[in-house]
Structure formats: structure tokens, C-alpha cells
């Protein structure tokens, strides 16, 4: 029996570790690994808290909300990576339907105008209008009369439900603004005399602003939607079933709680107004009765 030398058993067994360490390492860091996913460019108009709004974590600045915790989340279900865009109201549909964004989350209300032109999500809010005015000037506006003066400026975000109501119901002078932070800048400086803003958004600030009030709302029954391009119906399907999905599992109540069950304003409930004051009394009993069971 031919004798093999040493140095050639210790080759061959460097050789044979070498390839079971690769193969191994290669399985467990390229075949294992999850594909990348594909993108969703999502566009909205973060200004409008606490659907979407932009925040300050760390240092750096991340989209937030409602809104957004809730694609986040249907991506997720779906399997995609949310890419999240911000811009104007007024430029979410030209861009869903130029092919800049793939879907649009941004409390848009479903109407007929806007579904000739894009397709809508099985409804996921109801809001109405609701009209904001400085604390200061709660006194001058009570009602709808108040407002419907030719003496009177209305700031509406352009583009929406609020500035189309407006336009039909008040004789009083409109004012669009692109932004509703720079509408609020406008009513705090007083260029206007109230602002118009979905009822929800106007609540928040009424609750954490305290130089904003609540004057009084005004039903107009309205749903919000998740919007894709007109005929993108693989992705509307996804989109329904994750919602659907988000609505039986207790996701979406969890996410109520979490936005409007006053536990995650980003400022402390602020209690130099009436519902200022009477809202976390009132939670009180809530708070305790959830805590008993
Ligand atoms: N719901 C209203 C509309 O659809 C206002 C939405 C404004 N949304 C926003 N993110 N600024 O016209």
C-alpha cells in the first residue's frame, strides 16, 4: 500500500474545511436571505396631523401618523418596501396619474370628481369640515352665518374637500394655501379669519395648539380612501385585502387608540379651553374602567 505523505492529507482536509466553511456561509448569508422587495412610492401631504405630519426622531425627520402607520403597515401584509413621498395636496393626483407615486394616502376623500380619475380603496375614515379661528376670536364664530360674509376671509387647503365646500356654500372671500401649516401661519397672523380643514385635523389642533379653536364643524359625511392609478386593479386588490385584513384583525382599533385615543400627541393636551379641559376628564373614567378588567 502506497504510503501518502502528510502535507498532502493536511491539503486536502484544508481544502475540504474551506469549501464546507463557504458553502456553508454562502447558504446561510445569500440563498437564505429573503428577496429584496420591490418599492411603493407613496405619496401624501404631510400636514396634516395626526393622519400625516413629519417628525423629528433622533435627529432625523420621519413621516408619521395614521396614515402612515397604517401603509406601513399594508405594505407589509403585501410585500413591499414603502419609499414615502411629500408634497402639496394639489399635485398627489397629477402624480399618481403621471406615474411618479404608485398610491396616495393623505385623508383624501373619496368623491366622484377624483374617482373618474384615480381608483379608490374601500373606505377607511369618516370626517367631516370643521372650522378653526384663533382662541382669542372664539366669540365671532359660531355658527355657519358668522362666516358667510363678504367681509370674511376663508383659508382653505388647495385642492380639497374643505376649499370646494367653501366655494359653494360662502360668499366670503377664499384664500388657498398649498400648505396647512402656512394656512395656519396666515390665521395666527391674522391675513384670515378662520381656516377650514377636515374635522379630525381641526380637533387635533384644538386640543394641542392653544392659540387655536375649534369654532364648530360641518357635516359633509365624507370617507377617506387609499388611491391608486385609474385601472391598477392588482394593487387595489392588495390593498382592499390588507385593509380588510387591518379592520378584522384589531390592527386598525389599535391604531385608533394609538392617534386618537389621546395617548400619542406629540404635545400634551393643552387645557386652556373647554374641550381642553372637559376631553381628558372625561377620558378619566374611560381610563379606569379599561384598567379594571
Ligand atoms: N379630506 C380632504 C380632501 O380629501 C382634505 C385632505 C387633505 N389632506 C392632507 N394630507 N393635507 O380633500
Known amino acids: 500500500m502506497a504510503k501518502v505523505k502528510t502535507p498532502v492529507i493536511v491539503a486536502i482536509a484544508v481544502i475540504i474545511t474551506a469549501i464546507v466553511v463557504f ?3 454562502y447558504y446561510i448569508f445569500v440563498l437564505t436571505k429573503p428577496p429584496a422587495k420591490p418599492q411603493l412610492r407613496i405619496g401624501t401631504s404631510a400636514d396634516y396631523p395626526p393622519f400625516e405630519f413629519i417628525k423629528e426622531v433622533d435627529g432625523r425627520y420621519v413621516f408619521a401618523g395614521f396614515d402612515v402607520d397604517l401603509m406601513n403597515w399594508i405594505c407589509e401584509r403585501i410585500g413591499y418596501e414603502p419609499v414615502w413621498y411629500d408634497m402639496p395636496f394639489e399635485s398627489l393626483i397629477p402624480a399618481l396619474q403621471s406615474g411618479k407615486i404608485d398610491v396616495i394616502i393623505a385623508a383624501m376623500t373619496i368623491t366622484a370628481e377624483r374617482e373618474k380619475v384615480v381608483d379608490f380603496s374601500i373606505p377607511y375614515y369618516n370626517a367631516d369640515q370643521g372650522i378653526l379661528t384663533l382662541y ?7 355658527s355657519v352665518e358668522d362666516i358667510n360674509k363678504t367681509t370674511i376671509k376663508v383659508g382653505v387647503q388647495t385642492g380639497t374637500t374643505g376649499e370646494a365646500w367653501a366655494t359653494e356654500h360662502l360668499v366670503a372671500e377664499i384664500v388657498g394655501y398649498a400648505r396647512v401649516y402656512d394656512m395656519l401661519q396666515a ?19 384644538n386640543a394641542t395648539d392653544p392659540d387655536l379653536w375649534l369654532a364648530f364643524t360641518v357635516e359633509t359625511g365624507e370617507r ?15 390593498i382592499n385585502n390588507a385593509l380588510r385584513e387591518a379592520f378584522e384583525s384589531g390592527y386598525y382599533d389599535q391604531l385608533i387608540e394609538k392617534w386618537f385615543g389621546g395617548t400619542e400627541l406629540p404635545d ?26
Open 23 to 25: 458553502g456553508a456561509a
Open 136 to 142: 382669542e376670536r372664539r366669540a365671532e364664530f359660531t
Open 187 to 205: 390665521l395666527k397672523a391674522k391675513h384670515i379669519d378662520v381656516a377650514i380643514l377636515d374635522s379630525p385635523v381641526a380637533r387635533y389642533y
Open 224 to 238: 377617506y380612501g387609499i388611491a391608486v392609478a385609474e385601472g391598477n386593479t392588482e394593487l387595489l386588490n392588495k
Open 268 to 293: 400634551p393636551l393643552v387645557t386652556n379651553n373647554a374641550v381642553g379641559i372637559i376631553f381628558p376628564i372625561l377620558m378619566v373614567p374611560l381610563i379606569v374602567v379599561k384598567r379594571k378588567k
